[in-house]
């Protein structure tokens, strides 16, 4: 993992690596919740959530921004 983030109330953990593929993880369980690969698939550099933990915000090493929008039961 190149980069990791716990959401706001320490539920959800995400994670991404340096070919651009980003993963949320639920804290109480440890199972994998989300798993997406970022336009560009370049090293994320920075990982932010956003909205009340329902998107995550993501930079990559080439400048591009991406919102992922995290689906949770």
Known sequence: MNVSCYSADSSMLAAATTDGVVIVWSTSDNTKLHMCT???KAAV???SWYKHDKLLYATNQVG??????????
């Open 45 to 47: 550099t920075s990982l």
């Open 64 to 73: 591009s921004d991406s919102l992922i929008t995290v689906f949770t039961q």
């Open 38 to 40: 970022v336009e560009s």
